[in-house]
Each structure stands twice: as C-alpha cells, then as structure tokens.
C-alpha cells in the first residue's frame, strides 16, 4: 500500500507541475487573477462535489472554528494569487525552489499560532533554508523584483494556511475545511476576477481546461494517495516537484537553471527534510488535509 501512494504522490506531482507550466503560458497573456479564478471555478465545485457524496453541503459549513476557517481560505488564496503573479516573471524551476521554504517557515509559525516547541536542530535549518533562498536570488543571480517578492509571500501565506489548518483539524471535519476552502475562495477569487476579464480564443480557453482538469485531477490523487499512506510518509517525496519543475522549465520554456541556484535550490531541500526529520522524531502531527493543492 506504502509503495502504491508513494507512486501515486509522485504521478500527482507531476500533473500539478503541469498545470504550473500551462498557467505560466497563459499569465504571459492573461491577468493571473483572470486565471486563478476560472482555474478555482474547477477546484471548488470538485470540493463542493467530493463533500456533497458524504453528507449535505449545510452540514459540513457547521464549523465551531468558523473565523480560522474562513481564515483558512483567504490564506489559500492569496497564497495561489501570489503564486500566479510570480510565475509571470520566474522561471518554474527557481520559483519551485524558492517556494520550497514553506515547510521552513510552517515550523516557524507553529511557535506563536500553535504553542509547539522548537529545538536547535530546526531552528538551525530553517536558517540554512533561507540562506539557500538567498543563494538563489543572490546578485548575478535571478533578480530580486516583484517575482520574487510574490514568490516569499505565497510560501509564506502557504506555511500560515498549513499551520491554521494543523489547528481546525482538532476541532472540524475534513469535509468542513474542504467546504470553507472552496466557498472562501471561490467567492474571493470571482469578486476579483471579474475586474481584470479578457475574452480568449478556443486555443487559450482550451488551455484554461488542461489546467482545471489537471487540478481536480491532482487533488483526486492525493486524496487516493493519502487514503494509502499516512502524510507524514509522503511528505519528502513531495520534493520530487523541484526536479519536475526544473526539467519542465528546459523543455518548455528553453531555460535552464544555473548551478549555483542549484546549489540554492539543494540547500533548501536538505534543509527541508532535516526539518521533517526531526517532526516525525518529535512526533509533530502532520495534518493529512486534501484541501491542499500541492504547493503548486
């Protein structure tokens, strides 16, 4: 069952990567806020639908952490909005590498939001995370414009939607927060959509379909590969995304990332897996929510 999910993470891996290198097409042409919310229309109604199968929707917006779950969707998506805004102006594979941070940053934030105790170890490499994120985007390196600024704030609004919902998970369903994700963030993300709408030709629209179909497929998979094997196995080969990306960024766009951001990029990583190391040691919880996109 073990090698069946971490089989299938890997094949999720892989749809969601696709689904970056589409949207990167199309924010060149497109507002990405006009992207993100006709891909989050797809991503909603599939929550709306998976939930809908086990029990009516009313019963699952019951939420006794109502604010941290509508918390939880604004994270998510300004997370994705970022995400989008930074695909515009870096290359998949630096971007990936950068966003990488997040689980650097969720042992951070677990201090203050929910009460965890951090040792030297972790402490230690989520310092040496950043100093790779600072390898990357060092001077000669890939310039530090807005990209990268909306790159940081969508592994950081990402590390804060994580750690929010480690803390509703003790107190709601699965199919609660799959239900306040969806709604928060289908309504966000249409009440601000509307404003930067451009029509697109059938080439382009068929574009946006590749890229909802690869979203409800990709969290499809991750449901099936975390109803396999616990989170907390899966989590390291979610790492595979950076490889992915890196290859996706040659052979579609012709860029090809340089060996010292390579380097960046390999700190993270390690830096990333000591940080997972020491939580499964701790016996830190990881929280198994298919709400989550994948850090896309």
């Not at 199309?26 to 929550?47: D, E, G, N």
């Amino acid at each position: 069952m073990v090698g069946q999910a971490i089989a299938i993470t890997l094949v999720t891996i892989v749809v969601f990567g696709i689904q970056d290198a589409v949207s990167k097409i199309l924010v060149a042409t497109y507002s990405p806020f006009q992207i993100t919310m006709m891909r989050y229309w797809a991503f909603a109604l599939f929550a709306l639908w998976l939930v809908s199968r086990r029990a009516p929707i009313r019963h699952a917006l019951r939420s006794r952490a109502t604010g941290w779950q509508v918390l939880r969707g604004v994270l998510l998506m300004g997370d994705i909005w970022c995400f989008a805004l930074a695909l515009q102006t870096i290359p998949l594979g630096e971007l990936q590498a950068i966003t990488l941070v997040y689980p650097l940053l969720v042992t951070l934030f677990a201090i203050p939001i929910l009460g965890e105790k951090v040792g030297i170890f972790r402490i230690g490499a989520v310092v040496a995370g950043f100093a790779g994120a600072m390898i990357i985007v060092r001077p000669g390196g890939l310039p530090l414009d807005w990209g990268v600024l909306f790159a940081v704030a969508s592994a950081t609004l990402y590390a804060l939607y994580v750690v929010v919902t480690r803390k509703v998970s003790h107190v709601d369903s699965t199919a609660t927060s799959m239900v306040y994700v969806g709604v928060v963030g289908l309504v966000l993300s249409s009440a601000t959509g509307v404003f930067f709408w451009q029509p697109m030709g059938w080439n382009d629209l068929a574009l946006v379909a590749v890229i909802m179909v690869t979203g409800c497929a990709g969290h499809g998979l991750m449901m099936l590969a975390l109803s396999k094997a616990p989170a907390s196995t899966l989590q390291p080969f979610n790492y595979f995304s950076l490889p992915w990306a890196i290859l996706l960024s040659i052979f579609v766009f012709g860029h090809l990332i340089d060996p010292v951001s390579m380097i960046g990029a390999g700190v993270i990583v390690a830096a990333g897996l000591v940080v997972m190391m020491r939580e499964r040691m701790k016996k830190v919880p990881a929280v198994a929510d298919p709400s989550l996109p994948g850090k896309e």
